[in-house]
C-alpha cells in the first residue's frame, strides 16, 4: 500500500476544500434543514460541472474513471462542511450500481444524465425491521406480463424526497434455509403509479429521510439491476462502499470538530486564563486528535482495499465504519463538552456535527450488526449475520 497521495489527488483535495469553503457555507447547510428535499439545487450543479458526479464513472459514459481513494477524498472535504444533498446515495452508492448492475442501454442513458446533474438515486432497501442484513428483506416482486408487480414499503429510505429512481431491494424468490437467495432489484422511478413517499421527521435533517410505500408498482424486465434472485452480492457490493464512503465524510467531520474546540479553547476564558491552559481539556482536545488520525487511517486504509479489490475488503469495510463511526460520535461528543453550555445551543454547529455523527452509525448496519459480520467471515457463521458478497467484475 503506498501511503502517499499523488500530485493529481493533492490538487482534488485543495480545490474540493476552497470550492466548498467558499460554496457550501453553514449556512447554506441550515438552510436545508427546513427543506423538504434537503437538495441546493445550485451546489449540485456545481458538483456536476466540476465532475464530482461522475468520478467513479467510466469515461465512455462522461465520467472521470477514479477510484474509491479519489473519491474519499472528496467525501473528507464535504464532511468537514456537512455538505448536503444526495451525493453518498447518488455518486457512490447509484454510480455503482448502474455500473455493476445495468445493462449497456441503460448504462448509456442514465450513467451520462447522472454525470450531469440531472439524475438523482436512493438505495430502498430496509423495511420495518430496521435490518440491514437479507432477512429484512420481506418486500416482494412477483413477475407479471413481462414485467414484474411490487408490493410493500420500504422505511428510512435515505435521500429519498430528492430521488429520482429508486433502487429497491425485493424478494422474487424463495429464501429456502439461506435468506440472501432470492433477492433481486430493480431500477423504479419516483413518479411511477403506486409509489408513495412520505417524508420523515427525523433529529438529523442534513440527509432526508422518507417512508416509501410501493402498491402494485409495475416495472419492465428491463428494471432488473444484475442478476434474477442474486442481488445480495451487488447489493453488499454497494453496503462496502457506502460504509467507507461515510468513514471519509466522518474524517473530515472529525477534523473540523476538533478545529472548532482547539480554536474555542484558546479564546475561551475562565479565572483569568483561556481554558485551553487546563490539563483536562488539553488531555481531552489530545484524545480527539488521537481518534480523528485514527478515522483517517482506518477510511484511507479501506478505500485502498475496496480499489485493490483486496481479498479481505468486505470485512476491512465492515470494521473500518464500526471503528469511524463510532470514534466520531466520541469526538463529537468531546467538542461539545469542551464548548460548554454553549455547545448545546442552536447558534453553535456542534450540535449539527453530533447529530450527524450519531444518524451515520447506525446508516448501512449499527457498529455491532458490522462487528458481527466481520465475525462471521472469521470465525464462521453467527446467527442472523449476513455473509461476505463474492467478487463481482
Not at 450488526?369 to 446467527?383: C, D, F, M, W, Y
Request: glycine letters at 10%.
Amino acid at each position: 500500500m503506498d501511503v502517499k497521495f499523488s500530485e493529481e489527488q493533492e490538487m482534488l483535495r485543495e480545490s474540493a476544500r476552497s470550492v466548498l469553503e467558499q460554496e457550501c457555507p453553514m449556512a447554506l447547510v441550515r438552510a436545508q434543514l427546513d427543506d423538504t428535499r434537503g437538495l441546493p439545487e445550485a451546489l449540485w450543479q456545481r458538483m456536476a460541472e466540476l465532475g464530482w458526479l461522475g468520478m467513479i464513472v467510466p469515461e465512455r459514459y462522461g465520467g472521470s474513471d477514479l477510484g474509491m481513494v479519489d473519491l474519499a477524498l472528496l467525501l473528507e472535504q464535504m464532511g468537514r462542511v456537512l455538505c448536503p444533498g444526495p451525493f453518498l446515495s447518488t455518486a457512490l452508492v447509484g454510480a455503482l450500481a448502474l455500473r455493476l448492475g445495468a445493462g449497456e442501454a441503460q448504462c448509456q442513458t442514465l450513467l451520462p444524465a447522472l454525470v450531469r446533474g440531472e439524475l438523482r438515486l436512493a438505495l430502498a432497501q430496509v423495511e420495518t425491521a430496521a435490518d440491514w442484513g437479507p432477512g429484512g428483506i420481506q418486500m416482494r416482486a412477483r413477475a407479471e406480463n413481462g414485467g414484474y408487480r411490487l408490493d410493500g414499503q420500504k422505511c428510512f429510505v435515505v435521500d429519498a424526497p430528492s430521488a429520482d429512481q429508486l433502487i429497491v431491494a425485493a424478494r422474487t424468490g424463495d429464501a429456502e434455509e439461506d435468506p440472501r437467495a432470492g433477492i433481486s432489484l430493480f431500477l423504479v422511478e419516483t413518479q411511477a403509479p403506486g409509489l408513495h413517499r412520505r417524508p420523515i421527521a427525523f433529529v438529523e435533517q442534513i440527509r432526508k429521510l422518507a417512508e416509501v410505500s410501493f402498491d402494485a408498482v409495475r416495472v419492465p424486465e428491463s428494471a432488473l439491476l444484475g442478476p434474477l434472485h442474486g442481488g445480495w452480492s451487488l447489493l453488499e457490493r454497494l453496503h462496502d462502499h457506502a460504509r467507507v464512503g461515510l468513514c471519509a465524510e466522518a474524517s473530515g467531520a472529525a477534523e473540523r470538530v476538533l478545529e472548532l474546540s482547539v480554536a474555542y479553547a484558546k479564546t475561551r476564558e475562565q479565572f483569568g486564563q483561556a481554558i485551553g491552559r487546563f490539563q483536562a481539556i488539553q488531555h481531552k482536545c489530545a484524545d480527539m486528535l488521537v481518534a480523528s488520525e485514527g478515522i483517517r487511517s482506518a477510511a484511507y486504509y479501506a478505500a485502498w482495499a475496496l480499489a485493490e479489490n483486496e481479498p479481505d475488503v468486505h470485512t476491512t469495510a465492515c470494521l473500518a465504519n464500526a471503528h469511524c463511526s463510532e470514534a466520531w460520535v466520541k469526538v463529537a461528543g468531546d467538542g461539545i463538552q469542551i464548548h460548554g453550555g454553549l455547545g448545546f445551543t442552536w447558534e453553535e454547529d456542534l450540535h449539527l456535527y453530533f447529530k450527524h455523527a450519531r444518524a451515520a452509525e447506525l446508516a448501512f448496519g449499527s457498529p455491532a450488526h458490522q462487528r458481527e459480520i466481520a465475525a462471521q467471515t472469521l470465525i464462521g457463521p453467527l446467527s442472523g449475520a449476513s455473509s461476505p458478497p463474492p467478487a463481482l467484475g
